[in-house]
């Protein structure tokens, strides 16, 4: 216990590649011992993720639950973790959405053993990057995780798989190569790679100094775009967002949960993280241009998202509009740092972050409900569905109500926080933004009216394609979600105290 | 006495392939037996030699010398620093694996593991040595035997002509570095009055200084030879414009020579290249720095993309390997710490990583009869333990963290970004490009549909095999995760090369 | 025992040897028990071999013998010991072809051949020069000769008859003009002659060179070399090739160095040009070759000209590299034409492809087959390739770089024709039939002086210091007796 709590960050961290090995030793066959296994020590990092938030002090500045150990001398690279409040809620996020996913996937029988491992090194590679305070670790997390999710997609998803895995990996690894090599530029200058460190040394360069030739500024400049770019696509904000909807439609239903769940917020984090620390003058420089990206992601999204007739992509384009907003948060909170407005809207980003991981979530893995019984996910083929489905009805139009705002769910909370906080700073993109907030209502009740209202598509109905409702299972797997998305709908003090805390500490 | 642990390491192939080609022929059990204990022995021995460098010391290490030739300063001089350690250790790694892949070969074994050892102890024989006259004796020994082995159980299309053309290219390159080496010989002589091969004595400061006057121009001797030299051992590197070999000769090569050929042999070329090219004549280095530079970055793009377009499973690895071998000499050409640890690395990992690939593929290939993507397909299936391990192989390819391929690259990049940003930027795309054709390959030849052919004809893969596949997947993902295992190692070797090219 | 006695003790226990063969021959009738002249000659060579080694050495000191006519000295002793070594390899290998195993003319011949070839080493003065010669090179052409039913052989005779008196003429008239200058036949005395070089000496060296550039058969002066070799029998075309080739070194060596040491200048580039004609001339005809003897004819042309490169060189280290070099081609080329006896003879054929599938026949036959053309390609770990690095190391010393890189580049054509070879025999199979059953015949004599070989060959390659230690001593005692300028 006591090497626990001393080592807690490591242990959540390759907790999952701990039971991974577990797994590889049991017997292929053996599908009900692998899942359960999956299962319940997916659970563990949860459960200690949930003494991590307890023992987590909002209220002290920096890192807590540091640990640094040496790693790669030769390149002056540490494996060093830790986390802060924005880290902490990213990681209790990821822990959660594990065992859901897991959960989610019993009805996979083909090849469960791969893929309950490649769902835990997934874990592992989310949560090492949330927790890496090592530029280079942090990379080597970043990267790791797309290996899993590119498997998960290219041989779990459905039929236009290689495609969609292909394009996923090549977007992803190409924005990365910048990002790659600014670190490696970062690197080179400062001969650590130590966030903190880096944070200092970088700031502190004179504005007159000369880097390979280059005037800082350029540099500087440079370098910003490289991460912007990279975590632009991981977001994913228009014009980068294309890789989506095919990963999406074509991964498997946890595949997708965790997708939008967690691995775009990565994208989003890297923002908070690094460039609003690493690059404090050019993000408020080019503000103006994020908050651009960010209203074109909100009002592509929501309007792409109305014109799907695919379940899926519809979801998928909501996940779009929805980063877009976090994305606002941030342009803004850039523009203005230090401010009020910059913190609350930096609060409703990270809260939006949190609780797109919930509502997206809970919306792919109920896609996948209605697929999985379907076979269909065009919407023109179902329709009328609630009076066959009476308990997935209610459930999908509880999730969407969040997706769409409506108070007293969570969507509200952040989303507001938002937009109050942005319309100080940047009131045009902001009004802009309030077109995309009318077309989620669109889309959203677009995507409700097709499934569950309107004529009954009779071929649902009767015989062999009779509808069944939503299963036990399916419905544990729910339950967390729409718990939470309540609390923190109606109480969202709890989380949001340790946010702001952190807000205001870092900016 | 000190146990004289180098010399066994380099004898006990030799010797093993002696006993060996006296055995009987037609008992083919046993001299697989006696192969296999041979390199399991020299793995061993490597493997202690890793362990037992002290890191705290430094310099060149377990050193034994005897005379051989005294009156042309010519000895057996044999010891190891921080760059050769791990290559010592790969070759048994690839040695032990080779016998295990190569188990099935039917076809005059005896001569198969004979020549096999030869070239092994050859290859030993060079990353030990200390004295170039040696270097080059166990060079060529390590040389010839490709021809053997490619021509007599490669593939049967292509292998007459691969053999052929790689030995001729080796050669030639091999000739043209030693006309520099005795060049060097002399040189050293007039200036320090000592006539040694001794290549301690030879990096001393100074020992190369001079002129050579050609066509009535005169040039500083280092700078003039430098170019033979390197190039000449680059070749077997695969540098561009003359890597053309080295895929011909992958895709010819039986499954265990390609591991050999690709996992250890380019290693030579480029090892021999820094101990001789750059350590010995670092003024050289210094002024062709660019050249090599820019031939590198070639190498690391052009592969790549020849890669790209490749329909054969062996000709994309082979490529592969000309774009990978690119970055080697592009951490070398850096002349950075940070390039050149990368270098190292990158050297253990590609070979460790080669081997892996081609033993796959060769598993694939004994079964399949074929290697042409188009008509491959769902080969995870009937062999699981194959496709993962191909897949390892690509992830450590692409350069993915986690993997030693992202643990060796990464330095490199560093050190170009040190040198010229621009090649960094340039080099950088041939990440992307193998992420794609590895991707590619790997979904083409193990997933989809297993074509009906196929069906039942695929049996799975021995023991043996597994065990070889394995201990390879072990020591890149150890090698990954941990890069302290070997990192400090390389950077002493590195440490001495940087005190040669003059504090930089 | 006396200088004069020391100085001929291989040539005149050679001299009983034979004159016991002769006497023996009557009385051996049974066909069986006339294999022993074979084993008679071989053993005796191999005893006078162990004598000379024991008792024959010479000091450091250079010293003239009879009068003159022949010098006492290493660089005889060591190129007497490789004729004799030679001889005795061939000699064992003569016992394995019919119609020349059980004649005791083929090994008296043999031996009168390896007398003219040591007086050849040691000789020092005009006249001996050319009597030597001859006695070397009369009974070669009857020996190149000898199987008279076979039209090739005879044709093999007298093509090599016919050049070497046309060459041999040539040369005389060469060591007349240097006499009628000189006034004198002593190499020493002339030197002071030829003390400095002149349009004279230039013409006397050219037609010396062509005397010698014959039994060298360096291009353009090789014609008769394929056609001997591939009409001769086996064993006397290696002989040819290798003690003969090593006795025109000597001679090569001698006569520049100390005679016209001071016109080096002179004959360093007419050689060099001769040695660049050769290795490309040799080793490009040898590539389109498709009979294995025509094949190692050229490529014994091609490795007359690596070896001159030390004789270029000019120096104690260029003369050591030559002599090591001759020493290494003895034991490698005679290994190769030694194969060649056997596969001939059992398979009746002297075609390329008559080596398809050699290994499956004999995988020790193809092992030591492989052995001896990687060492001709300059391979480690055999002599072939320390001998390239000699002469290469010695040639860059004294900064004939230029030529060194022709040189490499004709080792490299080089490897590819020797590397074919080995394709046929590793590679290829024979149509239509299982080899392995039809293994190379081989005998006990055979046997002997194929290992002796092949090991030679190896330990040339890896325990090269003693080897060099004589080639050093050797070229230092030319050196020793030269007159300071």
Redesign the interface.
Known sequence: MDFISTHLLTTILFFPVLAALIILFIPGDQIKAIRWTALLSSLVPLGLSVWLWLSFSAGTAGFQFEEQY??????HSTFHVGVDGLSLTMVLLTTLLTPLAILASFNITDRVKPYMMLFLFLEMGMLGVFMALDL?IF??????G??PM??LI??WGSANR?YA??KF??YT??GS?GL??AI??L??LFQTYDLQELTRLWNALPADAVI?GLSVSTVKAVAFWAFVIAFAIKVPVWPFHTWLPDAHTEAPTAGSMLLAGVLLKLGAYGFLRLVLPLYPAQSAQFAGALAFLAVMAIIFGAFGSFGQTDFKRLVAYSSINHMGFVLLGIAAAAKAVGTLDATIALDGAVLQMFNHGLSAAGMFFLVGVIYERTHTRDLNKLGGLFPLVPVYGTILVFTSMASLGLPTLNGFVSEFMVVRGSFAILPVYTALAMIGLLMTGAYILKGIKQVLHGPLNEHWAHGEHKLTDINLREIIVMAPLMVLILVIGLWPMWILDVINKAMTMLF | MQFPILSVIVFTPLVAALIIFLMNGERKNEIRVTALAAAVFALALSAWVYFSYDQSLAGYQLIEKYDWLPVLGISYHVGVDGMSTPLVLLTGLVMFTGVLISWGIDDRPREFFAFLFLLAGGVFGVFVALDLFMLFFFYEIAVFPMYLLIAIWGWKQTREYAAMKLTLYLFLGSVFALVGALAMYWQVGLNTGIYTFDMLAMEQVGAMAGMVTIFGYSIPFQVFWFLPVFLGFAILGGIFPFHNWSPDGHVAAPTAVSMFHAGVLMKLGAFAALRVGIMLLPEGAHYWQWVILGLATVNVVYGAFIAMIQKDLKYIIGFSSVSHMGLVVLGFATLTREGMVGAGLQMFSHGVMTALFFSAVGMVYDRAHTRQLAELGGMSKPLPWVAVAFIIGGLVSMGMPGFSGFVAEFPIFMGVWKTQWVVAIIASISIVITAAYILIAVRRAFFGELPAQFEGHIHPISVLDKVALVTLCAVMIALGVFPGLMAPLVELGVQNVLRLLGGA | MSVNFLAILPEALMLLLGILILILDPLWKDEKRRLNLGWLTAGGLAAILVASILIGRPGAQSVLAWGGMVRFDMLAYAFKLFFIFAAAITALFMMDVDGISRRAESYVLLLAATIGMSLMASASDLVMLYLAIETTSIPLYVLAGFLLDDKKSTEAGFKYLLFGAMTSAILLYGLSLVYGFGGMTGFDDLAKQFASATPFSMGVLVLLIVGLGFKLSLAPFHFWAPDTYEGAPTPVAGFLSTASKAAGFAVLARLFITTFGSSAEQWQMILAILAVVTMTLGNLVALAQKNIKRLLAYSSISHAGYALMGVIAASTLGITSSVFYMLAYILTNLAAFGIIVAVGKTLGSDDIRAYDGLSRRSPYLALAMLIAFLSLSGMPPFGGFVAKFLVFFAAIQAGWTWLVVVGIINSIIGVYYYLTVMKYVYLYRTEGEDEAAHPILTTRPYLIAISVLTIGVVLVGTFFAPWFGLSTDAAASLFAGLMPK
């Open positions: 040496l790693w790669y001398e030769a390149i280079l990379f080597v997390f970043w990267e790791i797309l290996v590119y498997f290219n041989q290689n895995s292909l990996m090549i690894m190409g190569l790659l090599l490696q530029l690197g080179v390979l």
